[in-house]
Each structure stands twice: as structure tokens, then as C-alpha cells.
T-cell receptor, first 110, second 114 residues
Framework: KQEVTQIPAALSVPEGENLVLNCSFTDSAIYNLQWFRQDPGKGLTSLLLIQSSQREQTSGRLNASLDKSSGRSTLYIAASQPGDSATYLCAVTNFNKFYFGSGTKLNVKP | ETGVTQSPTHLIKTRGQQVTLRCSSQ?????VSWYQQALGQGPQFIFQYYREEENGRGNFPPRFSGLQFPNYSSELNVNALELDDSALYLC?????????????FGPGTRLTVL
């Protein structure tokens, strides 16, 4: 059974810092990996989708990488801002099933 | 842009009752997935529907069932509610079967079972 782990569970950084969030998964037979952002009590907003054949995706200050063979993905956030404060979740897709990690709760202090 | 809506926003039920949650997908999205998110946890996949047929299911008992309609709306039904069913229920739509497409999430329905 696929298991997705996110480290750290929580992170607090000063504004302007570059940071890396980690996601690992146990079964490398995935179709894709997706990073989401969730604000308190709200639904999820898709940030980046990486297909299994891709190594990375970029959107603005965000860059996500995927290493299928090692079962790892990272989300890099450049020049963090207080508005980036949220919970970040990664999810993988296996055979029409979806598996989420428990998320990293990010707090960016002004 | 998501365009996915869910109703109701909040719901309170008692143990043993039945509940129906509703989702309206983005126009043109043939696939809808439902998730259960307990407090402080990541979403747990319940099932996915593609063109009105169940297309994948997570580890949830049969008392969790669903329907998808041709007008891009869908329902999640839960029978014989248990206290542990209290959670945020999320639906997500995508263009195809979800293997390669981005999922767009609705804001969720907060279910409390007393």
C-alpha cells in the first residue's frame, strides 16, 4: 500500500527566506505527483503537477522536483512571504487511487 | 480558477443517520473524486467517478456510496453515520480520469456527527 510522508510537519521561517518542503512515497509506480496548498478550514489549491516522466515543474517562486526511483519530491519556495503561510500537501496517483501526505504547516513571520 | 462548489457548507447529524453531500464540478470535467479529511490529517481518498461509473475506491466501507450525474453534479452518501465520520469532505474534479490531469477542489463540507 502506498504511503506518503511529509517532513517537517511544521516549519516557521522569517520572511524572505528560501525553504524546502519534503515529500516521500513508498511505491514508485506513480502516474503523477501534485503539490497543493490548503488554508485553514478551506479546500485545496493546486500548485504544481509533475507527471511521472518529468523531473521538475516551476511556477513563479515555486519549484517542485520529482525523483521517482528514490520516492522523493521537494517543493522549493523562494523568497518566502507571509502570504505563503498555509499547509502544503503532496499527493501521488497510483492506478486511479490518490494518496496524500499529512502536510507541512508553514508559518512565514513578517 | 476552480469552479467547483459544494453544499452544504456545514452539517450536523446524529449517529446512525444518513447524509447526502453534493458537489458541482467544473463544466466539461468528466471525473470527480471524493475525499475525507480528519482534523490535522491529509485527505483520504474515498472514491472516484468517471462518466457516471465508479472508477477507483479507497479503503472505505460500502456505507460510503456515490453518484455522478450527466450535468457535472455528484453526490456522496453516507449511511449509518458513526462518530468517526466527523470530518471535512472534499470533492475534486478533473478533465479525464485523473491520471494526468490537475484536480480542482471545492471548499468542502464540514460534517459533525454527534
Amino acid at each position: 500500500k502506498q504511503e506518503v510522508t511529509q517532513i517537517p510537519a511544521a516549519l516557521s521561517v522569517p520572511e524572505g527566506e528560501n525553504l524546502v518542503l519534503n515529500c516521500s512515497f513508498t511505491d514508485s509506480a506513480i502516474y503523477n505527483l501534485q503539490w497543493f496548498r490548503q488554508d485553514p478550514g478551506k479546500g485545496l489549491t493546486s500548485l504544481l503537477l509533475i507527471q511521472s516522466s518529468q523531473r521538475e515543474q516551476t511556477s513563479g517562486r515555486l519549484n517542485a522536483s520529482l525523483d521517482k526511483s528514490s520516492g522523493r519530491s521537494t517543493l522549493y519556495i523562494a523568497a518566502s512571504q507571509p502570504g505563503d503561510s498555509a499547509t502544503y500537501l503532496c499527493a501521488v496517483t497510483n492506478f486511479n487511487k490518490f494518496y496524500f501526505g499529512s502536510g507541512t504547516k508553514l508559518n512565514v513571520k513578517p | 480558477e476552480t469552479g467547483v462548489t459544494q453544499s452544504p457548507t456545514h452539517l450536523i447529524k446524529t449517529r446512525g443517520q444518513q447524509v447526502t453531500l453534493r458537489c458541482s464540478s467544473q463544466s466539461g470535467h468528466n471525473t470527480v473524486s471524493w475525499y475525507q479529511q480528519a482534523l490535522g490529517q491529509g485527505p483520504q481518498f474515498i472514491f472516484q467517478y468517471y462518466r457516471e461509473e465508479e472508477n477507483g475506491r479507497g479503503n472505505f466501507p460500502p456505507r460510503f456510496s456515490g453518484l455522478q450525474f450527466p450535468n457535472y453534479s455528484s453526490e456522496l452518501n453516507v449511511n449509518a453515520l458513526e462518530l468517526d465520520d466527523s470530518a471535512l469532505y472534499l470533492c475534486a474534479s478533473s478533465l479525464s480520469s485523473g491520471r494526468t490531469d490537475t484536480q480542482y477542489f471545492g471548499p468542502g463540507t464540514r460534517l459533525t456527527v454527534l
